[in-house]
Nanobody, 117 residues
Framework: QVQLVESGGGLVTSGGSLRLSCLAS????????MRWYRQAPDKQRELVAH???????NYADSVKGRFTIDRDNAKNTVYLQMNSLKPEDTAVYYC???????????WGPGTQVTVFS
């Protein structure tokens, strides 16, 4: 059974930091492209950061220079380090695993991040 479980969300003041983790099980983690998405109330889900199975990471313009995605294939875990947080970063953050070139795609249940000024 495939599971993606996010953790590390919470409440933080503007300018603070959080580190999200996503632990994957039931998949050959190293083969999957891993992404973090977020969805704020009344807004569409948006891509935040991407760590492909091979190649360079990339980021949404809104988080460049503040967020860092990295993956530890030995631990089946992808992280999102979020610094200099802003109230507009408030959202539910979702982990996604995608097997490139196929329709195989998995989501975690999400973790809430709330940034208050």
């Amino acid at each position: 059974q495939v599971q993606l479980v996010e953790s590390g969300g919470g409440l933080v003041t503007s300018g603070g930091s959080l580190r999200l983790s996503c632990l994957a099980s039931g998949i050959e983690f190293s083969m999957y492209d891993m992404r973090w998405y977020r969805q704020a109330p009344d807004k569409q889900r948006e891509l935040v950061a991407h760590a492909p199975s091979f190649g360079r990471t990339n980021y949404a313009d809104s988080v460049k220079g503040r967020f860092t995605i990295d993956r530890d294939n030995a631990k089946n875990t992808v992280y999102l380090q979020m610094n200099s947080l802003k109230p507009e970063d408030t959202a539910v953050y979702y982990c996604n695993a995608d097997l490139s070139g196929t329709v195989i795609n998995y989501w975690g249940p999400g973790t809430q991040v709330t940034v208050f000024s």
